[in-house]
């Protein structure tokens, strides 16, 4: 069993961002930051973001080793965005329905989804996984912009993957001994 992840708050590492239908990165999970106050998109200075009930809403923060870039971008310090690569350590940030699917739990084994995962096993240091934009939908209610389909997958490290595992605890070591801090690249996720 690996290192239980149960941070509070994020990095202040820079996001990828999946632009483009059928991009797919694969990464390893380093950290997360559970249920950060979401901002509306674009807002400046931020504003809260509310659901339809007025509450606020919250998004999970991962921090990953990134394995496989598959077509994902990060932030370049100046508001563009450059083409990732293997080897960086970014931010995913996971927002409203991209952490379930449930019916897609028993296809892809032994991937699972965000939900899946997270109820069934709990989400570790070293966890492998996969963020794709799957499709873009319609909007839910008439005025709102499309949404992006984009959905995880998790799974544990296979015995062959104990280096990565490895990389990965020594990372969250490290920035466990730095402290952490809020996130200089803001949630940026556009509404649903």
């Known amino acids: 069993m690996g290192t239980p992840l149960t941070t509070e708050t994020a990095s202040s590492t820079p996001s990828l961002k999946l632009d483009n239908v059928g991009d797919e990165v694969k990464f390893a999970v380093i950290d997360v930051a559970m249920n950060l106050p979401q901002t509306v998109f674009g807002s400046n200075p931020p504003v809260p973001a509310l659901n339809a009930a007025g509450k606020p809403k919250t998004a999970h923060c991962l921090t990953v080793l990134v394995l496989d870039a598959g077509g994902a971008t990060i932030g370049d310090g100046n508001g563009g965005h450059i083409p990732a690569s293997a080897n960086e350590v970014a931010n995913i940030w996971i927002a409203s329905y991209s952490k379930y699917d449930p019916d897609r739990d028993s296809i892809t084994a032994p991937f699972m989804s965000w939900?899946?995962?997270?109820?069934?096993?709990?989400?570790?240091?070293?966890?492998?996984?996969?963020?794709?934009?799957?499709?873009?939908?319609p909007p839910t209610r008439a005025g709102n912009n499309g949404r992006r389909d984009r959905k995880f997958r998790l799974r544990r490290a296979e015995a062959t993957e104990a280096g990565i595992v490895e990389q990965c605890e020594r990372l969250h070591a490290e920035r466990k001994a730095g402290g952490t801090v809020l996130p200089t690249d803001s949630h940026d996720e556009e509404p649903f």
């Open 115 to 137: 939900a899946g995962a997270t109820d069934a096993v709990g989400l570790e240091v070293g966890h492998i996984g996969s963020w794709k934009y799957i499709a873009e939908l």
